[in-house]
């Protein structure tokens, strides 16, 4: 009489063995797929926040202009003023940095340009007749390119 034994093939395990690596192979792709996923889109939010901060703290900034006097510089690349408490404040790109005077107030920045415009909405370069500034700060952050605009009413200038 021939005695029935129990257990798995070699030819079994093997197949199981193979059929698991295969789905191991797909999930962790399917799993660094996300994961590289997630990174990016935290890096992008990283510099989109870096340059929404950058441009409220410009803004900001930009509307303690006392008056056009206190205007020093109005380039498409420098803006040069005096604020309401005597301090002298610069806005450039040194880099790919906004710098605030010598300090550093954004990185991953690729561009910012300056614009001015008069009280009538037209584009001036005289320094006495600008009512409006508008700012535009192109951010580059992890192969992607985000582009913030402000318009910022210089409230005591009048013309």
Same mark, same amino acid.
């Given at each position: 009489?021939? %005695?029935?034994? %129990? ?21 962790? %792709? ?85 614009? #001015?415009?008069? %009280? ?25 390119? #985000? ?5 910022? #009413? ?6």
């Amino acid at each position: 009489m021939m %005695k029935i034994q %129990k257990g798995f093939t070699l030819i079994e395990l093997i197949i199981v063995i193979v059929l698991l690596g295969i789905l191991a192979a797909v999930s962790g %792709k399917m799993l660094m797929q996300g994961l590289s996923a997630l990174i990016a889109g935290q890096n992008a939010v990283q510099a989109n926040w870096a340059g929404t901060i950058a441009m409220e703290r410009m803004s900001r900034d930009i509307h303690q202009v006392r008056s056009a006097a206190d205007i020093s510089t109005a380039s498409s690349s420098q803006f040069t003023f005096t604020d309401m408490n005597g301090n002298s404040i610069s806005y450039t790109l040194s880099g790919s940095s906004v710098m605030r005077n010598s300090q550093a107030l954004a990185d991953g920045i690729s561009a910012l340009t300056f614009s #001015y415009y008069d %009280k009538n909405g037209n584009s001036t370069a005289v320094i006495a007749n600008i009512s409006y500034v508008n700012i535009s700060l192109a951010i580059t952050g992890n192969q992607a390119s #985000y582009n913030l605009t402000t318009a910022i #009413y210089l409230r005591d200038l009048s013309s």
